[in-house]
């Protein structure tokens, strides 16, 4: 009999293996549908590497612009230059500039799949500008000194960009530029860009146009299957929790609402939204409401596609949260002093498909920058996921927007692979938010206080006499950032002087471990496999360590139904 269950199980781990390349490559989601696949944004990105070619200085120091793949270093005069040749499958999802430059007419020429003959041949005005192609508004646009194209520039095998280095000064022949993208495991599917849309491409642009200009309204519509967890107008206590979903799985939640239109700063500070996943005594989102949302400090109101400020029903939240067994979602009152709060909501669905989805993760940390001190921590966390973006609020007692001039740098999996221009261009800004080299026809204007878009903006920003602000957001919903082993996300703020305060909340999705992953690189392999294969039929297993951890279902033994474990969880 144990023999006949050996065969049967090896028969159906071969069986899987045989087709999981199929598997596989069917979960790669690019172009358009990156948007507007809403439950995809939680879905893990096996083999998928994010990348930014950017102008930042590779010496480390602050000269980050006209610098490029090659010729290597600071270019000064008009010269022919590679901006980056990239291996694919991939997509850019991201061109930015700002507003000042992009407008110089610096030369953008791709070409795809090493041909000769470039099949983007155009420069930075006409596409920041929306004159290039069918790329167009709102896909393109222009926000508080900077420039950005959403398009989505797929190619099929790999991709080289070229432009022309103009000479300076003037200083505006600078050339800042950065290019976001992702590549895809090989045999990744994907067709390169062509002037023309096919009829299945315009439909998929207008759904993500159509995203793009109803931010406010939930990404996915509405839902037959979806059920609302109300909490009426209620007191939370000082020291004191209220359960807004107590839920048991599999299921998703849509939708977070929390209504407080009348809540002070200390209100807001003081209330944190805290989930916690399957059961676990530690929460996963510990968050004060005011920088989870982005709310208060004289912030601006706004509308973003995953979250904001600005609905009917209060603060919103519509990243997809996918959990397994069970999710606990409460609001925990830090104050001294009574909170109220108007509505809840809590929109799920249950019995939701959630192989390979993530779980959402939020962490928000705060820094008093020291003397000597280089780089704000944003995110440092192990395991497998992808980073989202971030909210970022800084200040700094000195009439002086140099705390701006720090830039993003991401290390995945032990290497730095994202290494941004200045903080305010990490946001889709520019020029100091158009408070410098002011560009007077910005949609918000000459020394604009706040501007908001779909997936970036700055909430506040100003330059009194002894102080500067700016709280901004960027989502990277297309152009997020996959990771299997780490991953790290930190900004400088060493130009910024000594006792400037920095407040960051950092949204990524994370892999839950799973039984059967005993190497701990979010999927059940081969590796795995073997080490399965080593504790077959031990018995005795006393401790859930003892067989290595195979005892899956504590039966004390490792059998078939350990191995039909290990099945479920195959890749």
Same mark, same amino acid.
């Given at each position: 009999?144990?023999?006949?269950?050996?065969?049967?199980?090896?028969?159906?781990?071969?069986?899987?293996?045989?087709?999981?390349?199929?598997?596989?490559?069917?979960?790669?989601?690019?172009?358009?549908?990156?948007?507007?696949?809403?439950?995809?944004?939680?879905?893990?990105?096996?083999?998928?590497?994010?990348?930014?070619?950017?102008?930042?200085?590779?010496?480390?120091?602050?000269?980050?612009?006209?610098?490029?793949?090659?010729?290597?270093?600071?270019?000064?005069?008009?010269?022919?230059?590679?901006?980056?040749?990239?291996?694919?499958?991939?997509?850019?999802?991201?061109?930015?500039?700002?507003?000042?430059? *992009?407008? +110089? #007419?610096?030369?953008?020429?791709? @070409?795809?799949?090493?041909?000769?003959?470039?099949? %983007? =041949? /155009?420069?930075?005005?006409?596409?920041?500008?929306?004159?290039?192609?069918?790329?167009?508004?709102?896909?393109?646009?222009?926000?508080?000194?900077?420039?950005?194209?959403?398009?989505?520039?797929?190619?099929?095998?790999?991709?080289?960009?070229?432009?022309?280095?103009?000479?300076?000064?003037?200083? *505006?022949? +600078? #050339?800042?530029?950065?290019?976001? @993208?992702?590549?895809?495991?090989?045999?990744?599917? %994907? =067709? /390169?860009?062509?002037?023309?849309?096919?009829?299945?491409?315009?439909?998929?642009?207008?759904?993500?146009?159509?995203?793009?200009?109803?931010?406010?309204?939930?990404?996915?519509?509405?839902?037959?299957?979806?059920?609302?967890?109300?909490?009426?107008?209620?007191?939370?206590?000082?020291?004191?929790?209220?359960?807004?979903?107590?839920?048991?799985?599999?299921?998703?939640?849509?939708?977070?609402?929390?209504?407080?239109?009348?809540?002070?700063?200390?209100?807001?500070?003081?209330?944190?939204?805290?989930?916690?996943?399957?059961?676990?005594?530690?929460?996963?989102?510990?968050?004060?409401?005011?920088?989870?949302?982005?709310?208060?400090?004289?912030?601006?109101?706004?509308?973003?596609?995953?979250?904001?400020?600005?609905?009917?029903?209060?603060?919103?939240?519509?990243?997809?949260?996918?959990?397994?067994?069970?999710?606990?979602?409460?609001?925990?009152?830090?104050?001294?002093?009574?909170?109220?709060?108007?509505?809840?909501?809590?929109?799920?669905?249950?019995?939701?498909?959630?192989?390979?989805?993530?779980?959402?993760?939020?962490?928000?940390?705060?820094?008093?920058?020291?003397?000597?001190?280089?780089?704000?921590?944003?995110?440092?966390?192990?395991?497998?996921?992808?980073?989202?973006?971030?909210?970022?609020?800084?200040?700094?007692?000195?009439?002086?927007?140099?705390?701006?001039?720090?830039?993003?740098?991401?290390?995945?999996?032990?290497?730095?692979?994202?290494?941004?221009?200045?903080?305010?261009?990490?946001?889709?800004?520019?020029?100091?938010?158009?408070?410098?080299?002011?560009?007077?026809?910005?949609?918000?204007?000459?020394?604009?206080?706040?501007?908001?878009?779909?997936?970036?903006?700055?909430?506040?920003?100003?330059?009194?006499?002894?102080?500067?602000?700016?709280?901004?957001?960027?989502?990277?919903?297309?152009?997020?950032?996959?990771?299997?082993?780490?991953?790290?996300?930190?900004?400088?703020?060493?130009?910024?002087?000594?006792?400037?305060?920095?407040?960051?909340?950092?949204?990524?999705?994370?892999?839950?471990?799973?039984?059967?992953?005993?190497?701990?690189?979010?999927?059940?392999?081969?590796?795995?496999?073997?080490?399965?294969?080593?504790?077959?039929?031990?018995?005795?297993?006393?401790?859930?360590?003892?067989?290595?951890?195979?005892?899956?279902?504590?039966?004390?033994?490792?059998?078939?139904?350990?191995?039909?474990?290990?099945?479920?969880?195959?890749?």
């Amino acid at each position: 009999m144990t023999t006949v269950k050996i065969s049967i199980g090896l028969r159906v781990i071969i069986c899987f293996v045989t087709l999981w390349p199929a598997v596989y490559f069917s979960e790669a989601v690019a172009g358009y549908d990156a948007y507007t696949a809403w439950e995809d944004w939680a879905r893990l990105r096996l083999g998928v590497q994010a990348g930014l070619a950017s102008s930042y200085d590779r010496s480390g120091g602050n000269n980050d612009y006209s610098h490029y793949e090659s010729p290597l270093g600071l270019l000064t005069t008009d010269v022919n230059a590679t901006v980056k040749t990239i291996e694919g499958p991939g997509v850019i999802y991201r061109f930015w500039m700002p507003h000042v430059m *992009a407008r +110089r #007419h610096f030369v953008v020429r791709m @070409y795809f799949n090493g041909e000769t003959t470039p099949r %983007i =041949n /155009s420069d930075s005005t006409a596409i920041m500008g929306g004159t290039f192609s069918y790329f167009a508004d709102p896909l393109i646009t222009t926000c508080a000194g900077g420039q950005v194209c959403y398009e989505p520039i797929p190619f099929a095998q790999s991709l080289r960009i070229e432009t022309v280095n103009k000479e300076f000064p003037p200083w *505006a022949n +600078r #050339h800042y530029y950065q290019y976001s @993208y992702l590549t895809f495991p090989p045999g990744t599917a %994907i =067709n /390169s860009y062509t002037e023309q849309l096919t009829l299945e491409e315009q439909q998929a642009r207008s759904a993500v146009v159509s995203l793009f200009e109803n931010v406010g309204k939930h990404p996915a519509g509405g839902s037959q299957a979806a059920i609302d967890v109300n909490t009426p107008a209620t007191v939370i206590g000082s020291d004191l929790s209220i359960t807004l979903a107590d839920l048991t799985g599999p299921g998703l939640i849509r939708k977070l609402n929390i209504g407080m239109p009348d809540a002070n700063d200390m209100e807001l500070d003081g209330l944190r939204l805290r989930v916690y996943y399957d059961g676990n005594s530690t929460p996963s989102i510990d968050v004060s409401a005011g920088s989870f949302f982005g709310t208060g400090k004289g912030r601006a109101l706004y509308k973003s596609i995953p979250l904001g400020t600005d609905s009917n029903d209060g603060f919103y939240c519509y990243w997809p949260m996918p959990f397994r067994e069970s999710m606990l979602v409460q609001l925990h009152n830090t104050t001294d002093a009574n909170i109220s709060i108007d509505s809840a909501v809590v929109q799920y669905e249950v019995g939701a498909n959630v192989e390979k989805m993530c779980y959402l993760h939020v962490i928000e940390s705060t820094s008093v920058r020291q003397s000597g001190q280089i780089y704000h921590p944003i995110l440092s966390t192990t395991g497998c996921g992808h980073y989202i973006g971030d909210l970022l609020y800084v200040e700094q007692d000195a009439n002086s927007f140099y705390m701006l001039e720090g830039d993003d740098v991401i290390t995945v999996d032990g290497t730095i692979t994202l290494n941004g221009t200045g903080l305010e261009d990490a946001y889709n800004g520019g020029a100091y938010y158009n408070w410098v080299a002011v560009q007077p026809d910005e949609p918000e204007g000459e020394y604009p206080r706040s501007a908001t878009r779909p997936l970036n903006g700055i909430l506040y920003v100003s330059r009194e006499e002894e102080l500067a602000r700016a709280d901004q957001y960027r989502w990277r919903i297309a152009d997020c950032v996959p990771f299997s082993k780490s991953i790290e996300v930190n900004v400088e703020n060493r130009y910024a002087i000594t006792g400037s305060k920095w407040t960051s909340v950092a949204f990524w999705y994370q892999y839950p471990c799973v039984d059967g992953d005993f190497d701990y690189d979010c999927d059940v392999d081969f590796s795995d496999f073997a080490v399965f294969a080593s504790h077959w039929l031990q018995s005795g297993c006393e401790d859930p360590n003892w067989c290595g951890g195979a005892d899956f279902d504590s039966s004390r033994k490792v059998g078939i139904e350990d191995l039909a474990v290990l099945v479920e969880h195959w890749l």
